[in-house]
């Protein structure tokens, strides 16, 4: 079965440090994965998805088959990157659904 | 533009009430169409999924119950609401991404 798990629910890093948010993943098969972001008071929003092999606000995130993991990384963080993070994972059959992690959230600390 | 309108934004309902939440979407057609639950502590969870009008797939069982009276409209419901109902209902439709509506906070007093 699909499952994603962010293991940690609460992180907390000062301004400037680095930032790891950990997610691992279940997935019979090649997995089509996700980093979505929510903001104080704003609507869930795609980040970045690992197929674009993208960095979007400093963030990267990078596929490894081997761990089954998909970390989101950032060297710097920023007061601004304070938010809820869901890492979730795409089931290719059927309706596509999406299977979300627990979520993290990530306090950054001026 | 495709967008997606949910409503209300805010709703306290006593324990046995009914629900109706309300998602429609904009500038698409045959989307396929999610409700998500997120609940405190546990992130988020699929409720039910729609590829077509009158097509209603449920992911966990529960006291809740949704329908799609029309293409790009989906409502989830319940005839008696449970204090377990209590938490924050997300929208979403894909094409080939997510996007997701503003979500509901339902409180069950």
């Known amino acids: 079965a699909q499952r994603v798990t962010q293991p940690e629910k609460l992180l907390s890093v000062f301004k400037g440090a680095p930032v790891e948010l950990k997610c691992n993943y279940s997935?019979?098969?090649?997995?089509?994965l996700f980093w979505y972001v929510q903001y104080s008071r704003q609507r869930l929003q795609l980040l970045l998805r690992h197929i674009s092999r993208e960095s979007i606000k400093g963030f990267t995130a990078d596929l490894n088959k081997g761990e089954t993991s998909f970390h989101l990384k950032k060297p710097f963080a920023q007061e601004e990157d304070s938010a809820m993070y869901y890492c979730?994972?795409?089931?290719?059959?059927?309706?596509?659904?999406?299977?979300f992690g627990q979520g993290t959230r990530l306090t950054i600390n001026p | 533009s495709q967008t997606i309108h949910q409503w209300p934004a805010t709703l306290v309902q006593p324990v046995g009430s009914p629900l109706s939440l309300e998602c429609t979407v904009e500038?698409?057609?045959?989307?396929?169409l999610y409700w998500y639950r997120q609940a405190a502590g546990r992130g988020l969870q699929l409720l039910f999924y729609?590829?077509?009008?009158?097509?209603i797939s449920s992911e966990v069982p529960q006291n809740l119950s949704a329908s799609r009276p029309q293409d790009r409209q989906f409502i989830l419901s319940s005839k008696k609401l449970l204090l377990s109902d209590s938490g924050f209902y997300l929208c979403?439709?894909?094409?080939?991404?997510?996007?997701f509506g503003s979500g509901t906070r339902l409180t069950v007093v």
């Open positions: 729609s590829v077509g009008i009158g097509q």
């Open positions: 500038g698409t057609s045959n989307p396929n």
């Open positions: 979403a439709w894909s094409s080939y991404g997510y996007t």
């Open positions: 997935y019979s098969g090649s997995p089509e």
């Open positions: 979730a994972l795409k089931d290719r059959q059927g309706a596509q659904k999406l299977v």
